[in-house]
C-alpha cells in the first residue's frame, strides 16, 4: 500500500526536519502504507502536476495527496536545467534570464496577471483530479497558503470537487492559515514553514477526511 504525496516546501517539510518528519509521514505511518513524498521546495504547480502524471505513468498509489503551491511561481528552463521563479525578486537566475525575470516580477503587481495565474490553477487543478476520478485514484488536495480569492470575487465557476479538496475557496481553510488558527507559529519567522509540531497537527486534521475518502472508494 502507498500513499503518495506532492507539493512545494509545505509537504516537503521544510523547516521541519524533511520528509520523514512532514504531514505526509505520520499519515502514511496511521494508514500503514509505504511513504513516497515527490514534493520539491519552490516548486510551481505546473510542475507539480507534471511530476504526479510521470510518477502515475509507472506507479498506482492506493491514496494521493498534493498541497498546492501560489499561484505566481513558475519555471523557467534553461539549457537543460530547471529555475524555480517567484515574485520574491530574490530567485537566482542565469545572467541571461536575469532581465526576463526583472520584468516578469512587475507584471506580478498587475491585477489581470494575478487573476490569470490563479485562473489557470483552477483549472488545471480541476483537470487533475477528474483525471484521477476517472482513474478511481484516491486522492486529497489542499492549498498551502493562497485559497481561490479571485474566482469568487470576479464571479467565476465553482467546481464541485465532492470531499476531495480541502474547501479552495476559504483562506482559513489553507494549511498556512489553518495551523495559524490553531495558536502555531512558523517555525522560521523570515518563512512561512511549520515545525513538525504542526505537521502532526495537520496529518490528524486530513486523517479523518482521508479515511473517508477511502471507506467511499471500496
Known sequence: MILYVNGDSHSAGHDAGGP???????????????YVCDAVPGCSNRTIVNRTKKYLANNRPDFLIIGWSTWERDTWYWQGQAYNITASGTDTVPDELKEKYKHWVIEQDIPEVQW???????DDIWKLHLELTAEKIPHLFFNCFHHFFYVQRQNRPRYDWGNCYIDPYDQRQTYYYWLEDQGFTPANPKFYHYGADAH????????????NILTLSK
Request: charged share 25%; glycine share 2%; net charge negative.
Open 20 to 34: 520523514e518528519f512532514a504531514y505526509g509521514k505520520r499519515i502514511a505511518d496511521q494508514l500503514t502504507y509505504d
Open 116 to 122: 490569470a495565474h490563479e485562473f489557470t490553477a483552477h
Open 200 to 211: 502532526l497537527a495537520w496529518a490528524d486534521f486530513l486523517l479523518p477526511k482521508i479515511k
